[in-house]
């Protein structure tokens, strides 16, 4: 079945770098659109960065553009988020989102902790 499974959250200081890992399987991974979405304490869920099957479509919020660098690895199965310049309103539970022609699938999710 399709598993997608995000890695590399924890805690990192004001200013600080991330990069969040998502691997997917059980399915085509080359030819699906992938996403990163994140979910602050009593928000709802905000698409952050998008790339096409190809990594030639790519597109972000406004509030992590600039910040974010959003690429995927097709051979390894992967999508990566790279975060620099961290800020405290980044903090948040990341999901990665894999999107088939059977529906949308999410990851379980990696908490990103920025203290203000």
Same mark, same amino acid.
């Given at each position: +079945?399709? +598993? *997608?499974?995000?890695?590399?959250?924890? %805690?990192?200081?004001?200013?600080?770098? *991330?990069? %969040?890992?998502?691997?997917? !399987?059980?399915?085509?991974?080359?030819?699906?659109?992938?996403?990163?979405?994140?979910?602050?304490?009593?928000?709802?869920?905000? %698409?952050? #960065?998008?790339?096409?099957?190809?990594? *030639?479509?790519?597109?972000?919020? &406004?509030?992590?553009?600039?910040?974010?660098?959003?690429?995927?690895?097709? #051979?390894?199965?992967?999508?990566?988020? +790279?975060?620099?310049?961290?800020?405290?309103? &980044?903090?948040?539970?990341?999901?990665?989102?894999?999107? *088939?022609? !059977?529906?949308?699938?999410?990851?379980?999710?990696? +908490?990103?902790?920025?203290?203000?």
């Amino acid at each position: +079945q399709v +598993q *997608l499974v995000e890695s590399g959250g924890g %805690l990192v200081q004001p200013g600080g770098s *991330l990069r %969040l890992s998502c691997v997917g !399987s059980g399915f085509t991974f080359s030819t699906n659109t992938m996403r990163w979405y994140r979910q602050a304490p009593g928000k709802e869920r905000e %698409l952050v #960065a998008h790339i096409s099957s190809s990594g *030639l479509n790519i597109n972000y919020s &406004d509030s992590v553009k600039g910040r974010f660098t959003i690429s995927r690895d097709n #051979a390894k199965n992967t999508v990566y988020l +790279q975060m620099n310049s961290m800020k405290p309103e &980044d903090t948040a539970v990341y999901y990665c989102s894999g999107i *088939l022609s !059977s529906g949308q699938y999410w990851g379980q999710g990696t +908490q990103v902790t920025v203290p203000s």
